[in-house]
């Protein structure tokens, strides 16, 4: 908890978590995780895509040469990612990192059959160059190398931050992770919502991680006086924008376990005496089945054309990111299940609402998740909590995970 704490303070923003993908900030995070990495005799690197990797190598000296682990060794990874939102909590996604170390300490010099990676991921919330997963997609091996040249807000290229990061991206392929030696992938998370805290539990373990699109749609008007421009003929970019937000939410509240979301809103020119001439929204459209999800995707695109050819505005889709259902290894989930069982506790099975790390390695590896109890619900904010009583039940399920999952490779 105190090494959450200490991570908090690595931000771009004084007062604020803000840590967004290859950021000074993340820099001086890598520095300090490697810090608690080396104390652990972890051996460290950085992939070419920022993503910050400790080894604890397996016990068969056959699998080392010169002392260094080499990349024969089955392994799990265990992780989680280290960018965060802007104003972000204190745990999103940087406690399944350190819970990885404090499972390795506490393992000690137990011997394992397999290595294990602790990952912390250089992006996933997709806010520097709205595209998620850009770390786990990295170790997966689906980077695709067309987002080098994505500009941030400040113009800076994909490309010159990983450069300008000491990155090569001519590498990127390098950091993927054979399917061959990959015993599976484990993320702790925070379950970002109220299920274990209603059902009075410390963790659960997920059962499916749901299907998400992400769009950004384009209304495009003209500028003009807000005073000296009549009513009609006005071709106002705001006011078809309008109508589908409302859209959205009455469409979101028809469909059983449907989240639909306008979370972003850009407005040009955005002065308050001047028509909008240009509007940018984004949609978030999540679900657990991909039918549904993709048809209401589909539904709210007809819808917000329709609107703006009511106003006399063009319309468009300027970008759209689908990412399937994810369905959790049944193998790996049944050992989580028995380890929280071994724990005392009621294993709780549900479906994830957020995306994760987890749904980019599940296209590659054997991918399980441990949910932590989140008191008030209240993630990607300042407000987001976990007890830290629930982190010590957490790393006695990792730690039972773990020594189960030993048993049944020794026994392979």
């Avoid at 170390?101 to 011997?111: C, F, H, N, S, Y």
């Amino acid at each position: 908890m105190n090494r959450c704490d200490e991570l908090a303070l690595h931000t771009e923003e004084p007062g604020r978590v803000t840590r967004r993908f290859l950021t000074p900030p993340m820099r001086s995070v890598h520095r300090l995780i490697t810090q608690w990495m080396r104390q652990l005799s972890m051996s460290v690197r950085v992939d070419a895509t920022g993503n910050l990797v400790g080894r604890r190598p397996a016990c068969d000296a056959s699998m080392f040469d010169g002392g260094v682990a080499n990349q024969r060794q089955p392994v799990l990874i265990i992780g989680s990612h280290l960018d965060t939102v802007p104003n972000a909590g204190k745990y999103d996604g940087i406690l399944g990192v350190v819970l990885g170390l404090a499972i390795v300490e506490l393992l000690g010099e137990r011997p394992l059959p397999f290595a294990i990676d602790v990952i912390g991921f250089s992006e996933e919330e997709g806010v520097r160059y709205a595209t998620p997963y850009l770390g786990s997609r990295g170790t997966a091996g689906n980077f695709d190398s067309t987002w080098l040249g994505l500009f941030d807000s400040s113009g800076i290229s994909m490309r010159e931050a990983m450069i300008a990061f000491g990155l090569n991206p001519g590498e990127i392929d390098l950091a993927a992770y054979s399917p061959d030696n990959v015993i599976g992938f484990l993320e702790p998370h925070i379950e970002q919502g109220p299920v274990l805290e209603r059902a009075g539990l410390p963790v659960g373990i997920v059962s499916q991680i749901v299907g998400q699109s992400r769009l950004v749609v384009h209304f495009r008007g003209e500028a003009g006086h807000a005073g000296t421009t009549p009513m009609v003929p006005r071709r106002d970019a705001l006011v078809p924008a309008a109508r589908l937000v409302a859209a959205v939410q009455e469409i979101g509240r028809r469909s059983e376990g449907m989240r639909a979301t306008v979370g972003q809103i850009v407005v040009h020119p955005n002065a308050s005496n001047v028509i909008p001439a240009e509007v940018y929204l984004s949609l978030d459209i999540r679900h657990g089945s991909d039918s549904i999800r993709l048809s209401t995707v589909d539904e709210l695109v007809r819808i917000a054309a329709s609107f703006a050819s009511d106003d006399g505005v063009d319309f468009g889709v300027t970008r759209r990111n689908h990412t399937d259902a994810v369905a959790v290894s049944p193998s790996m989930t049944s050992i989580l299940r028995t380890a929280v069982s071994d724990a005392g506790i009621r294993p709780l099975e549900m479906a994830s609402g957020a995306g994760h790390d987890a749904v980019v390695m599940a296209s590659r590896f054997p991918m399980a998740m441990l949910f932590l109890r989140h008191p008030g619900g209240i993630s990607h904010h300042p407000d987001e909590r976990v007890d830290v009583e629930d982190v010590a039940v957490a790393i006695d399920v990792l730690e039972k995970f773990v020594s189960r999952l030993a048993i049944e490779e020794t026994s392979v």
